[in-house]
């Protein structure tokens, strides 16, 4: 069935390439970096659309490195590579047609000529569905982290919707996607639901873009975030009302709901 096709482009996955010392899970959503600090480096398993964002959590941290994980495009097919790079920054950036950020802990937004002299306005409106990057809309549901449950996650989830908590912290979700603009591309990263701006601009959209995630140093675990583009699915939307309605996400084991649904609710 062509619709479920359709489906399955959406969901997004690492690609089977990815660097020596990264171990894949069994959904291939999961990547996990099992020595050292480098050789890190994953692609998304297909080449990004326009507008469409390819999401990680950090699932887990390793003390005694120097740095975090690194994000971006590339325009090198994985399948087509000597090697995979030891790291992004730089030896993937050096074989050029790759766009390649690392995220700080305080990550600061890009600054343009256009937005200094036209400042856009700020919202602090947290009900808005949709994150506006240039023509295109981003569903915010699953943008923003989410701490683990636990007796203070209530006062967490706060923090990590305005955005305050370190970009490279434990629950963090960075993407990158990009846009269409004069015919050319603009990549923007997106760290807890903001858009830190257009990071590259002037990037040929004449070829596949794929996704890069370099588990680097600091960063020892990510997991994809499926985002729900189009309507949302009967899950999300329940799992919506039930997170509306109750103050601490711990409540949720009180409720009489399938053991499935309860689980939904209080981790994503």
């Not at 675990?221 to 799992?239: A, E, H, K, M």
């Amino acid at each position: 069935d062509h619709r479920m096709a359709a489906v399955s482009d959406l969901y997004m996955r690492f690609h089977q390439i990815h660097g020596a010392n990264v171990r894949l899970d069994d959904s291939q959503t999961q990547a996990t970096r099992a020595e050292s600090f480098g050789n890190g480096v994953c692609f998304s398993k297909e080449p990004l659309d326009p507008g469409k964002i390819f999401l990680v959590e950090i699932e887990e941290k390793e003390l005694g490195w120097c740095g975090n994980v690194r994000i971006g495009l590339t325009a090198h097919d994985p399948r087509n590579l000597e090697t995979v790079p030891e790291y992004s920054l730089p030896d993937l950036v050096n074989l050029g047609s790759s766009w390649i950020f690392a995220i700080t802990r305080n990550h600061n937004k890009a600054s343009t000529d256009d937005q200094q002299s036209n400042p856009a306005p700020k919202s602090h409106c947290s009900m808005e569905a949709f994150l506006q990057i240039g023509n295109y809309k981003v569903p915010k549901d699953k943008l923003v982290g989410r701490s683990r449950p636990g007796r203070y996650s209530h006062i967490l989830d706060q923090l990590y919707k305005t955005n305050i908590l370190p970009a490279t912290a434990r629950g963090s979700r960075v993407g990158v996607l990009y846009i269409i603009r004069a015919n050319m591309g603009d990549l923007h990263i997106v760290i807890n639901g903001e858009d830190m701006g257009p990071c590259a601009r002037g990037i040929p959209i004449n070829q596949p873009l794929y996704a890069v995630v370099d588990v680097f140093a600091s960063t020892k675990s990510v997991r994809i975030i499926q985002v729900d583009y189009g309507f949302p699915s009967l899950q999300t939307l329940c799992r919506q009302v039930v997170q509306k309605h109750i103050m601490h996400r711990l409540a949720i084991d009180w409720l009489e709901l399938p053991a499935l649904l309860k689980n939904y609710c209080k981790y994503e």
